[in-house]
């Protein structure tokens, strides 16, 4: 019985959690951070401010925690990884998770708040960069790294050619999201937006085998 009460209690902060990062989002987004406060984003979530101020005592450890949550929304599933030895393969899982992440409503969100409050609030940029994209592209990188060094790919430059790849998804994927209000391409589209962003990483940096 204790060890069924503790795992509903965790079942229950957990989804008191989830209704507070969706509530301080939205809040962000309608009032911006700095006219968001606490004790607003408690009666949104519907929870107590003990319940809020527990799990996030500042609204700086709150948006650290929704940068965090959007990056890592598929963190620790062994099968998004990529397997070694098939640069075709590997590029494909990742090029099409990267695409399934920015494609999703809060990561469009996330931008739209720390562009609207990057004048104010400039840590904002270094917590989604830090905490965001930065882990994010480093895995991308290491990725590529130990492809080269086992010599299934030709990346002398891992760090450009993971800028190169990511930056061919974001590029039809979530920018125009920031502009326009009503885009919404179609699966087709994006995975055959993935596919170019590969054949063109295939391109440049399959081995060429010795003559």
Request: aromatic share 10%.
């Amino acid at each position: 019985m204790p060890a069924e009460l503790t795992a509903y209690h965790r079942g229950l902060a957990q989804q008191k959690r989830e209704a507070i990062i969706s509530a301080a989002t939205e809040l962000f987004l309608d009032r911006g951070y700095d006219g968001t406060s606490l004790a607003r984003i408690a009666e949104a979530a519907g929870v107590s401010k003990s319940t809020l101020f527990k799990q996030f005592p500042t609204k700086a450890a709150l948006f650290e925690a929704i940068v965090t949550e959007s990056w890592q929304r598929d963190a620790g599933d062994a099968a998004a990884r990529p397997q070694a030895g098939d640069l075709r393969s590997g590029l494909t899982a990742i090029g099409h998770r990267y695409a399934d992440l920015i494609g999703q409503p809060r990561m469009a969100d996330l931008f739209r708040i720390v562009i609207a409050e990057l004048p104010r609030f400039p840590e904002l940029g270094r917590t989604q960069f830090q905490l965001g994209k930065l882990p994010y592209f480093a895995s991308v990188q290491h990725y590529l790294e130990s492809e080269h060094e086992a010599g299934n790919a030709y990346v002398p430059d891992a760090e450009s050619a993971a800028n190169q790849f990511l930056g061919m998804i974001a590029n039809y994927v979530l920018w125009p999201r920031m502009l326009l209000t009503d885009w919404n391409p179609a699966t087709s589209d994006i995975h055959n937006a993935v596919e170019e962003a590969v054949q063109t990483m295939l391109a440049r940096h399959t081995p060429v085998p010795p003559a």
